[in-house]
């Protein structure tokens, strides 16, 4: 994701469009596709408590199935927050700190790498952290911190317009 941002930071600064990055990137995942076409993959073959093998329509119909499951459900639930803070965050930051905290451009994409960066520390750091703490225990207080942050930084918005 960072090689990202830094790639297309280049592009713009060298004056040219947002597209020539997608469209050499594109040409690459073709090469790696038509390369991939070629090698020869086992077959892998799932089986059921049976014993017997299960096809795409039948493993689809399981996954349906398994959504009337509560613990599928709460991962799923877990699974959203996690991309709310992750993915969804990040999209938005560029724009909250230009429109709300009003910053500059150069200096909003100061704070999306710096994010970004601190994000990738995290990820390193938490490697270690689970050899100490339990993951269930840390995935509670990581939500629940989450909850009261994602809060404060949507009232920030409302403080700031007033």
Known sequence: MLAGAMTLGVTLT??????????LLAGVFALVILWGWRLDYPQSH????????????DGLKLAVKSLRRVEVVRWLVLLEFCNLMLDVL???LALYL????QVTEAQASIGVTVWTGIGL??????IFLLE???????????????????????????????
Do not use: N, Q
């Open 14 to 23: 060298l004056g040219w469009s947002w597209r020539v990055p997608f469209a």
């Open 46 to 57: 799932t089986v059921d408590e049976d014993g017997e093998e299960i096809g795409l329509w």
């Open 90 to 92: 990040l999209s938005f």
């Open 98 to 101: 230009v429109d709300v905290v």
């Open 121 to 126: 520390l995290g990820d390193f750091a938490l």
């Open 132 to 162: 100490r703490v339990k993951g269930l225990t840390y995935l509670r207080y990581s939500i629940a911190a989450e909850m009261v942050l994602f809060r404060c930084f949507c009232s920030s918005r409302h403080l700031r317009s007033s």
